[in-house]
């Protein structure tokens, strides 16, 4: 087994590590050592798009996650999918009157649930974090949307920042990885 410790490294620092570590090692079995939860479910995810079987232990500032990789290729998606990813920046659409924005805003998200087929994924960056979390007049349309299939994502640097960590009520909290990966996989981009 490879063991990788990233305690101590910000996001999205311990994803980028992992993923250099895979790409000049190419274990079958690794243990990589994270000191937070976001780290952790960040690295968890990773390696499971990976192809690995994974399991996390630990808890508070300390969390082993450990990957194993049957011989084999991983699935790789088809590139006949439809993938539309709206990004979000904004507690309101374009630049104006904030107002205004805030409303063609609700508009928008709105109208995302009555299209078929539904986006493939929403991310929140910035300001834009707001409307998944606590308070929000947008959160019944996201977790709709969610019902439906959208993956929600919420940019955990910027919870952060709006010290608004605790309070997501919608969707998963990710890194700035996943989130660059994201504009990579999508067909398709959308930012209101």
Do not use: H
């Amino acid at each position: 087994m490879k063991f990788l410790d990233c305690c101590g490294k910000s996001c999205p620092i311990p994803v980028i590590e992992t993923k250099n570590f895979i790409e000049t090692e190419n274990p079958t079995e690794l243990e990589v050592t994270v000191d937070n939860e976001t780290s952790c479910e960040n690295v968890r995810r990773f390696l499971v798009a990976q192809g690995f079987t994974v399991t996390v232990a630990g808890k508070e500032n300390r969390f082993t996650v450990r990957g194993l990789k049957e011989p084999g290729e991983t699935p790789v998606v088809s590139e006949k999918t439809k993938r539309v990813l709206v990004f979000v920046s904004g507690e309101a659409m374009g630049q104006g009157s904030d107002e205004l924005g805030r409303i063609l805003m609700r508009s928008f998200l709105y109208t995302l649930k009555e299209l078929r087929p539904v986006p493939w994924r929403i991310i929140f960056v910035n300001s834009g974090v707001k409307l998944a979390a606590e308070g929000s007049p947008y959160i019944d349309t996201l977790n709709e949307l969610a019902a439906q299939g959208t993956d929600i994502i919420s940019c955990g640097t910027c919870l952060d920042y709006f010290q608004i960590k605790d309070k997501v009520r919608t969707g998963r909290i990710s890194n700035m990885y996943e989130i660059e990966s994201s504009f990579l996989e999508a067909t398709n981009v959308i930012k209101p």
